[in-house]
């Protein structure tokens, strides 16, 4: 099992990473993947915002995660800031969904959520693992 944990300690960064940059690519190229959500992107202000907020803060953030050693964070850093980010976001998402009314979205959000909250545990456990090799 430790061989294992020491593997996704390696790998789950530029996993993480490569998750982030490809959302961050697919709404800078295609802004409108978020009318999903019901976000109005009718006028081109809204379309440039969205490109720049969410498609290059989701590029930054995947730069971050995969080329963080050449700026020395460790793997367990840039696993932890990977962590950090899917949990907080998976849980201000089932937050959102308490506050607007389950009964408005329940399902898709909710999955959503158990998805960004697993993919953060998963996270943390690869940081604990190369945490402990270090010790």
């Known amino acids: 099992m430790s061989h294992l944990h020491r593997i996704l300690g390696r790998v789950y960064p530029s996993f993480a990473g490569c998750i982030f940059l490809a959302l961050g690519i697919a709404t800078l190229i295609?802004?409108?993947i978020m009318s999903y959500y019901a976000i109005g992107l009718d006028q081109p202000s809204a379309r440039v915002a969205?490109?720049?907020m969410?498609?290059?803060g989701e590029i930054g953030i995947?730069?971050?995660?995969?080329?963080?050693g050449r700026i020395n964070l460790s793997?367990?850093?840039r696993s932890l800031i990977a962590a950090a980010i899917f949990i907080c976001v998976g849980f201000s998402r089932v937050a959102a969904v308490s506050i607007e009314g389950a009964e408005l979205l329940a399902f898709q959000p909710l999955r959503e959520a158990l998805i960004e909250i697993l993919l953060g545990g998963i996270g943390?456990?690869?940081a604990r693992g190369l945490e402990n090799d270090q010790l």
Do not use: D, F, N, T
């Open 50 to 52: 969205m490109r720049a």
């Open 124 to 126: 943390l456990w690869a």
């Open 54 to 56: 969410i498609g290059g």
């Open 30 to 32: 295609q802004p409108e």
């Open 75 to 77: 793997p367990s850093q």
């Open 62 to 68: 995947g730069c971050v995660l995969i080329l963080g």
